[in-house]
Nanobody
Framework: QVQLVESGGGLVQAGGSLRLSCVASGSIFSINVMGWYRQAPGKQRELIANILSSGRTNYVDSVKGRFTISRDNAKNMVYLQMNSLKPEDTAVYYC?????????WGQGTQVTVSS
């Protein structure tokens, strides 16, 4: 099993930046993909960025050029650097790990962007 814990959310003004962190523990050697999802009130959870074990990254169009996903394998960490934040980025952000056909989720961290 893989356990995930996120941190780094908070309240920020539009145009500001935040960095989310996620630490993985457990069977981390089996993780294929790590990603960040978000869920805004009344909306479905959506994938916004992921990073493969090869280092390849993928982003949803709405965050391209503003968000950067990265990972530090030595520290079992994945990060999401969020710049130029917009009110529509307000959501609960979840860290996700895919391994051996399973999904593991963190508890979520709230990001609120004020206008």
């Amino acid at each position: 099993q893989v356990q995930l814990v996120e941190s780094g959310g908070g309240l920020v003004q539009a145009g500001g930046s935040l960095r989310l962190s996620c630490v993985a523990s457990g069977s981390i050697f089996s993780i294929n993909v790590m990603g960040w999802y978000r869920q805004a009130p009344g909306k479905q959870r959506e994938l916004i960025a992921n990073i493969l074990s090869s280092g390849r990254t993928n982003y949803v169009d709405s965050v391209k050029g503003r968000f950067t996903i990265s990972r530090d394998n030595a520290k079992n960490m994945v990060y999401l650097q969020m710049n130029s934040l917009k009110p529509e980025d307000t959501a609960v952000y979840y860290c996700n790990a895919k391994y051996m056909g399973y999904d593991s989720w963190g508890q979520g961290t709230q990001v609120t962007v004020s206008s």
